[in-house]
């Protein structure tokens, strides 16, 4: 057993933070759709809005889910 007596500060980011990015960008990418569309009339279909409603909450639950997975390594480490 190997006992860890300091901790190493790196300044890249970890696999989970890379993964949260990329859902955070993608989530603001469908919201600036969703705001587009509605401003722009009744050209776009109801239906993609509530697709892009639908992406946007799968968004949100794998944000939810990669934030519990990183305070729950965060607390390992303390």
Do not use: F, P
């Not at 050209?43 to 639908?54: F, G, L, P």
């Amino acid at each position: 057993m190997k006992l860890v007596m300091s901790n190493i500060h790196v300044t890249t980011k970890c696999r989970i933070c890379d993964k949260l990015e990329v859902k955070y960008n993608r989530k603001t990418k469908e919201e600036d759709r969703i705001r587009r569309w509605k401003r722009e009339g009744g050209r776009h279909r109801t239906a993609s809005i509530e697709a892009s409603e639908d992406i946007i909450d799968g968004l949100n639950r794998d944000i939810a889910k990669l934030m519990q997975e990183r305070r729950d390594r965060q607390n390992k480490l303390n």
